[in-house]
């Protein structure tokens, strides 16, 4: 039961703490930007009217970043197998890596690409780092490299 109890534990805070801590600092930040802004004219006047139509997204879970935050969790949702854990560890780095080319859109490029296959990268090692804390739980390394790096072609 406390294993259960811990489990319970973490899911609320990824679900009910960080994005709504995530929410409320981008809700003070939107906020005291379009106060400021929101009487002036020239190129403030977009500021604002994009400030505000921020703060709107934010109060009804439609900011991009709440949106981004959902995806992801969602993705890790699906990791509930040991059998199939790499497999669909790799499922959910792909997710990811589609998540950030959407988001980027035409900025999506190899830069931004080599990026985002680096903090897979990363992801993959504090994974690692996290499981091999915990001899029960070696059998959830993932590989270090998802492509060898081994050359196979006479």
Same mark, same amino acid.
């Given at each position: 039961m406390y294993h259960l109890q811990t489990q !319970?534990? @973490?899911n609320l805070i990824a679900e009910k703490m960080a994005p709504v801590s995530v929410r409320d600092e981008s809700l003070r930040v939107y906020e005291a930007i379009y106060n400021r802004d929101k009487g002036k004219a020239g190129e403030y006047v977009q500021i604002a009217n994009r400030m505000k139509n921020s703060i709107k997204n934010i109060r009804e879970g439609n900011h991009v970043v709440q949106v981004e935050q959902k995806q992801? $969790?969602? @993705?890790f +949702? $699906? @990791? $509930? +197998? @040991?059998s199939?854990?790499? $497999?669909q560890y !790799?499922?959910?780095m792909t997710g990811y890596k589609e998540i950030q080319k959407d988001q980027l859109g035409g900025s999506w490029n190899k830069k931004t690409e080599s990026r985002v296959d680096k903090n897979i990268q990363l992801l993959r090692e504090d994974w690692n780092d996290f499981v091999s804390k915990f001899e029960e739980l070696d059998s959830y390394r993932l590989s270090s490299h998802k492509y060898s790096k081994i050359d196979f072609k006479v």
């Open positions: !319970e534990k @973490l992801y $969790n969602d @993705l +949702s $699906n @990791l $509930n +197998s @040991l199939q854990f790499q $497999n !790799e499922e959910v």
